[in-house]
């Protein structure tokens, strides 16, 4: 079975995205509208900007599906930038691949906080417009296209994922509330896709109706000051087998990969897996989760550790916070200087989001559901749904799950 993985391309401005999912098994239920249903999502939240009033994603399967079902091949998706007919800006002639460029101004005043420097830095352009199209965020709608392929998968054998919001800016839940429990013991009465669809219930995809009212208002005080907020969410995901990942390498260990593939998303920060903050200046006593034994089976009384262990999943809900920072596309200039003239100046107007916390927090839906379908084909894997669910259920069996 080859390892599962997928390549995007295409920029921001361009025609379209590009995406290709391969490892896929056959068998897995497909459709269209599972895609686009968790493209939608990934536009959900107040304070987004003025494109999401023009994109609106829908994905083309071009190759590896056939009666909604894979079948083994390399599965391809399209999805068109509406932005490149609908802009006003004039992007189909800013960004052709055809033709000189002849007549059109270069972008030459690099945004702080964002890529455009050091991508100029390091490709040597003498225009920013290249860094700022493949840097923007725009890529990780194909990249939730492509990691909707691994939820369904995951869907197959039980496996859920789910996120909310926790805080944006300085209003949100605190570390030590009661929210934790709530949410914790609705994930494991209805699974992790409970949490989302309750959140996805709020502006700001928080399961709190006041603090969602607070966020609202923070917002619009911030869009008035020209500003942006940066937040916080936690992703969980329920029904997951002991046994994913390992110690063995470096790069086996699940809660290393689950952090690599959040902080790969624009503007994540930091990642938080369990109480790996707070447990930090805990005492050990009140931090690991005691063990015990209950019908042949291991289980663990709390979930400090998120779920994971050594770098393997111990059966418990893999849980983990992204910490994205404020977004750097400010109303309110920054001083930047020219790169061709070298005068400090400061920074063009741009329309702008003023938060994508909400968003961000699907998009990390789809990156986790990613490396939890790869953990799981490369302990259970097959080159069908039907073999690879066979291999599970005699692994449990065996276990005694």
Same mark, same amino acid.
């Given at each position: 079975?080859?390892?599962?993985r997928?390549?995007?391309?295409?920029?921001?401005h361009?025609?379209?995205?590009?995406?290709?999912?391969?490892?896929?098994?056959?068998g897995?239920?497909?459709?269209v509208?599972?895609?686009?249903?968790?493209?939608?999502r990934r536009?959900?939240?107040f304070?987004?900007?003025?494109?999401a009033?023009i994109?609106?994603?829908?994905? $083309?399967?071009?190759?590896?599906?056939?009666?909604?079902?894979?079948i083994?091949?390399?599965?391809a998706?399209?999805?068109?930038?509406?932005?490149?007919?609908?802009?006003?800006?004039?992007?189909?002639?800013?960004?052709?691949?055809?033709?000189?460029?002849?007549? #059109?101004?270069?972008?030459?005043?690099?945004?702080?906080?964002?890529? *455009?420097?050091?991508?100029?830095q @390091?490709? +040597?352009?003498?225009?920013?417009?290249?860094?700022?199209d493949?840097?923007?965020a725009?890529?990780?709608?194909?990249?939730?296209?492509?990691?909707?392929?691994?939820?369904?998968?995951?869907?197959?054998v039980? #496996?859920e994922?789910?996120?909310h919001?926790?805080r944006i800016? @300085?209003?949100g839940?605190?570390?030590?509330g009661?929210?934790?429990?709530?949410? *914790?013991?609705?994930?494991?009465?209805s +699974?992790?896709?409970?949490?989302?669809?309750?959140?996805?219930?709020?502006?700001?995809?928080?399961?709190?109706?006041? &603090?969602?009212?607070?966020?609202?208002? $923070?917002?619009?005080?911030?869009?008035?000051?020209?500003?942006?907020?940066?937040?916080?969410?936690?992703v969980?995901?329920?029904?997951?087998?002991?046994g994913?990942?390992?110690?063995?390498?470096?790069? $086996?260990? &699940?809660?290393?990969?689950?952090?690599?593939?959040?902080?790969?998303?624009?503007?994540?920060?930091?990642?938080?897996?369990?109480?790996?903050?707070?447990?930090?200046?805990t005492p050990?006593?009140?931090? $690991?989760?005691?063990?015990?034994?209950?019908?042949?089976?291991?289980?663990?009384?709390?979930?400090?550790?998120?779920?994971?262990?050594?770098?393997? %999943?111990?059966?418990?809900?893999?849980?983990?916070?992204?910490?994205?920072?404020p977004?750097?596309? &400010?109303?309110?200039?920054?001083?930047?200087? *020219?790169?061709?003239?070298?005068?400090?100046?400061?920074?063009?107007?741009?329309? %702008?989001?003023?938060?994508?916390?909400?968003?961000?927090?699907?998009?990390?839906?789809?990156?986790?559901?990613?490396?939890?379908a790869?953990?799981?084909?490369?302990?259970?894997?097959?080159?069908?749904?039907?073999?690879?669910k066979?291999?599970?259920?005699?692994v449990?069996?065996?276990?005694?799950?």
């Open positions: 079975m080859p390892a599962l997928y390549l995007t391309a295409g920029e921001s361009g025609e379209a995205l590009i995406g290709i999912v391969e490892g896929m098994p056959a897995v239920p497909v459709t509208d599972e895609i686009n249903f968790q493209l939608a536009w959900l939240g304070g987004r900007g003025g494109r009033k994109e609106r994603d829908r994905v $083309h399967i071009y190759s590896g599906v056939r009666f909604s079902r894979t083994a091949g390399p599965v998706l399209r999805l068109d930038n509406a932005a490149y007919a609908k802009d006003r800006a004039g992007w189909p002639d800013v960004m052709a691949v055809d033709g000189t460029g002849e007549g #059109v101004a270069p972008i030459t005043l690099p945004r702080p906080g964002h890529a *455009d420097l050091v991508g100029v @390091k490709y +040597g352009f003498d225009d920013i417009r290249p860094v700022i493949r840097a923007s725009r890529e990780t709608a194909m990249r939730v296209a492509c990691c909707t392929l691994a939820r369904l998968l995951l869907k197959q039980g #496996v994922v789910g996120s919001v926790v800016g @300085k209003v839940f605190d570390a030590a009661s929210w934790r429990a709530r949410i *914790d013991a609705l994930a494991e009465e +699974g992790a896709e409970a949490v989302s669809r309750l959140a996805d219930r709020s502006e700001v995809r928080m399961t709190d109706e006041d &603090l969602t009212s607070q966020c609202v208002d $923070h917002i619009r005080e911030a869009k008035k000051q020209g500003d942006s907020l940066g937040g916080v969410y936690e969980l995901v329920t029904g997951v087998p002991p994913l990942g390992s110690y063995v390498h470096w790069e $086996h260990r &699940l809660g290393g990969r689950l952090a690599q593939a959040v902080l790969s998303i624009p503007a994540q920060k930091a990642v938080e897996i369990g109480n790996g903050i707070t447990g930090s200046f050990g006593s009140k931090v $690991h989760d005691p063990i015990y034994l209950k019908d042949g089976v291991y289980r663990r009384r709390s979930n400090n550790a998120g779920g994971i262990e050594g770098g393997i %999943s111990n059966g418990m809900p893999v849980i983990l916070r992204g910490f994205m920072k977004i750097p596309t &400010l109303i309110k200039a920054l001083e930047t200087v *020219d790169i061709k003239s070298g005068v400090s100046q400061p920074t063009r107007y741009e329309r %702008s989001d003023v938060t994508s916390v909400p968003a961000a927090s699907t998009v990390a839906e789809a990156m986790v559901a990613f490396v939890i790869s953990a799981f084909l490369e302990k259970y894997g097959g080159d069908s749904l039907e073999e690879i066979t291999h599970f259920a005699a449990r069996a065996q276990a005694g799950a």
